[in-house]
């Protein structure tokens, strides 16, 4: 009988420990399952906050259009506007939100370079002083012409078809069209990081007719026109845009600074279609980055081409400060 009471209290006490074990078990996951959700929930959250940036933009952009007063078709868009000067951080529950809109047709656009699959012997020189402009010493537009044509032809002293690239590791091959993004630069032979970085905020990937904004354009985009334009007189053109910034090309092309020059006003303008939107939202100890590249049409229309995340971030990390006694 004592035996038999002592199989039954090991069996009861295996069953606890067995019932102990899974519940400890359940109760594992379900904690995982909320955290999970909350992982969940928070990013979508983040997600909707930063389109929301994104939409603020496109509002921004829609009602500089409408409110202009000239002609939707040729606008007239300059850092003096609404949309180019920065905006404060929106405060959110438990965070905030940044966002900044820049001009992309104020950039030099790299696919400007091959158009109708001729060679762009302008652009290119203007892409051959940008270089230059910018410290640069390797000449990278012979490969990037060869990148964006659909031949297998060199074009020059550097450039480089598919027989080059497929000797890298891994191998690969050109492109063979036009640029999507500017990141695609990282793939041009030769190309090292810090050329890239240089080059970064000057220049834009674009349908190859897009103009250059000379209004929102930066100093060396604009010393890169002619030879003989320096940084200075580059810096002098910006200025002399004042407020309302050049109301036509013929005003920015009978500037003193580019007499004799020879400045011609093939690809340029004083208006703009491409904008980077940069929407930066901090929610709690999340923080997501997206990055919107919008069209805005004559017709009234602000369409969203692209969307990128996890760039750089605008929103300083937010510090933890501790209060002091003052006595």
Known sequence: ????RGVALITVLL???????VTAALVARQHLAIRSSANQLGARQALHYATGGEALAQGILLRDLKGSGGDPRQPVDHPGEAWARPL?????EQGEIA????DLSGRFNLNSLVQGKQVNRIALE??????????????????????LDEDQQLNGEGGAEDNQYLLATPPYRTGGQA????SELRLLLGMTEADYRRLLPHVSALPAQTPLNVNTASAPVLASLADGLSLASARS???AAGR??????????GQPALAGLGVQGAGLAVGSQFFEVHSEVRLGERRLVLLSTLQRSAEGEVLVLGRDFGQAALLAEPTTTTEQDPR
């Open 99 to 102: 966002v900044r809109i820049s």
């Open 244 to 253: 309302e910034g050049y109301r036509d090309l013929a005003a920015f092309l």
């Open 126 to 147: 203007r892409f051959q002083r940008l270089l230059r402009l910018l410290g640069i010493e390797r000449n990278y537009a012979p490969a990037l012409v060869d990148w």
């Open 88 to 92: 404060p951080p929106f405060a959110i």
């Open 15 to 21: 069953i606890v420990a067995i019932v102990t074990v």
């Open 237 to 239: 053109l910006q200025a």
């Open 1 to 4: 009988m004592k035996h038999e």
């Open 179 to 182: 640029l999507t993004a500017v």
